[in-house]
């Protein structure tokens, strides 16, 4: 089955990936417009990405002088620990031996390149590569770099069964209101009721979604009924930037008094602890459930269950396979670029306003 809605490609997972490592440099072996917006949300993580910048000329008589140059002028500019050098279409096409040109370039800092293009296939063919790579030069140890990648064909494996290359075409939604769902999640609390959040979230993009906790937390103490909290957020689990992430969020809501009844799984692991998420709630038996982040790989999910997505395509698939209370945060990922704190969700701004008012 031909995908034909948008979706990441490999290039653009090896650049997340390699962020995730910590690496200190991305070059971009391609042209100067190529994987223009990651680079520009990767760089609000604080990390260095650089172009190649190849030209029509390039493609005829080869980008390896501009790769050596600008290898030279990174190592001059921000005397980096590590740099990563990423294809592209381009390279692949002309037929770039980025090893080679790394090693004539004597850069003291690790070098490694990460041999991909666009058109390789799923998008995890490109964090494998990267996890590959970083694993040949010691960046991270073979278990984990193993660890990573069987999280990768996982992940492939649910977006075909049931996400966003289960169809050939899903376009944009919107979803239901904020309003209409924060009204809901009231009424059970009001009347004594029982629910549970469940953040099963992909990566920095917890840093939004936790903000349902404290939203729920505050609702739950002013208008009664019970609540039960459960996240990916084991951060002993992962990529070093990634267990960062997960630590940060566990201290402030701590700080908050916000208590996390069960931690399931780190927050790489989205794609395999829905069963056990799952296990979980069930024995707090909930009237409602809220879930956030990788919704469809919450297993059994009930028609009143409240799903929170920033996908505005995977909003269709939701409510197209029947689940209508399925909420958009679309905004979400630009907004976590580089934080280090909870940021505010729109979703739970509303339900603060809606409690504060009784």
């Given at each position: 089955?031909?995908?034909?809605?948008?979706?990441?490609n490999?290039?653009?997972a090896?650049?997340?990936?390699?962020?995730?490592?910590?690496i200190?440099v991305?070059?971009?072996h391609?042209?100067?417009?190529c994987g223009f917006?990651?680079?520009?949300s990767?760089?609000?993580?604080?990390?260095?990405?650089?172009?190649t910048?190849?030209?029509?000329?390039?493609?005829i008589?080869g980008?390896?002088?501009?790769?050596i140059a600008?290898?030279?002028?990174?190592?001059?500019?921000?005397?980096?620990?590590?740099?990563?050098v990423?294809?592209?279409?381009?390279s692949?096409?002309?037929g770039?031996?980025?090893a080679?040109?790394?090693?004539r370039?004597?850069?003291?800092?690790i070098?490694f390149?990460?041999e991909?293009?666009?058109?390789?296939?799923?998008?995890?063919v490109?964090a494998?590569?990267a996890l590959?790579?970083?694993?040949?030069?010691?960046?991270?140890?073979?278990?984990?770099?193993e660890?990573?990648?069987n999280?990768?064909?996982a992940?492939?494996?649910?977006?075909?069964?049931?996400?966003?290359?289960?169809?050939v075409?899903?376009k944009?939604s919107s979803g239901?209101t904020?309003?209409?769902?924060?009204?809901?999640?009231?009424?059970?609390l009001?009347?004594?009721?029982?629910v549970?959040?469940v953040m099963?979230?992909?990566?920095?993009?917890a840093y939004?979604?936790?903000?349902?906790?404290?939203?729920v937390d505050?609702?739950?103490?002013?208008l009664?009924g019970?609540?039960?909290?459960i996240a990916?957020?084991?951060?002993?689990?992962?990529?070093?930037r990634?267990?960062?992430?997960?630590?940060?969020?566990?201290?402030?809501?701590e700080e908050n008094?916000?208590k996390?009844d069960a931690?399931?799984g780190?927050?790489d692991e989205?794609?395999?602890?829905?069963?056990?998420?799952?296990s979980e709630?069930d024995?707090f038996n909930?009237?409602?459930?809220?879930?956030?982040?990788?919704c469809?790989?919450y297993?059994?999910?009930k028609k009143?269950?409240?799903?929170?997505?920033d996908q505005?395509r995977?909003?269709t698939?939701y409510?197209?396979?029947?689940?209508p209370n399925a909420?958009g945060?679309?905004?979400?990922?630009?907004?976590?670029?580089g934080?280090?704190?909870?940021?505010?969700l729109?979703?739970?701004?509303?339900?603060?306003?809606?409690?504060r008012g009784n």
């Amino acid at each position: 089955m031909k995908i034909i809605h948008p979706r990441p490609n490999p290039i653009v997972a090896a650049m997340y990936t390699l962020r995730d490592m910590n690496i200190d440099v991305i070059i971009v072996h391609g042209p100067s417009g190529c994987g223009f917006m990651t680079s520009r949300s990767l760089e609000q993580a604080g990390v260095r990405i650089l172009t190649t910048a190849l030209s029509e000329t390039d493609l005829i008589f080869g980008g390896s002088d501009e790769l050596i140059a600008t290898l030279k002028t990174a190592y001059d500019m921000f005397n980096p620990k590590t740099i990563a050098v990423v294809g592209t279409c381009v390279s692949m096409i002309i037929g770039e031996d980025m090893a080679l040109s790394i090693k004539r370039a004597k850069i003291e800092s690790i070098v490694f390149p990460v041999e991909i293009h666009g058109c390789m296939g799923d998008n995890t063919v490109g964090a494998i590569k990267a996890l590959e790579s970083g694993c040949n030069v010691g960046i991270i140890s073979a278990d984990e770099a193993e660890r990573q990648i069987n999280l990768m064909n996982a992940a492939t494996e649910m977006e075909k069964k049931k996400g966003l290359a289960s169809k050939v075409y899903m376009k944009p939604s919107s979803g239901v209101t904020k309003l209409s769902a924060c009204k809901k999640i009231c009424d059970v609390l009001s009347k004594g009721g029982k629910v549970a959040v469940v953040m099963n979230a992909k990566k920095e993009l917890a840093y939004r979604f936790s903000d349902m906790f404290l939203a729920v937390d505050e609702a739950q103490k002013i208008l009664g009924g019970s609540t039960f909290f459960i996240a990916n957020l084991d951060s002993e689990k992962g990529l070093p930037r990634i267990r960062k992430y997960a630590k940060n969020i566990k201290t402030q809501l701590e700080e908050n008094n916000i208590k996390i009844d069960a931690i399931i799984g780190g927050l790489d692991e989205y794609a395999l602890i829905g069963e056990n998420m799952k296990s979980e709630v069930d024995k707090f038996n909930p009237d409602l459930t809220i879930i956030l982040g990788i919704c469809h790989a919450y297993p059994d999910l009930k028609k009143d269950d409240i799903l929170i997505t920033d996908q505005p395509r995977q909003l269709t698939n939701y409510i197209n396979s029947g689940f209508p209370n399925a909420v958009g945060e679309i905004s979400s990922h630009s907004m976590v670029m580089g934080t280090d704190v909870i940021i505010s969700l729109e979703t739970a701004d509303t339900l603060r306003e809606l409690v504060r008012g009784n």
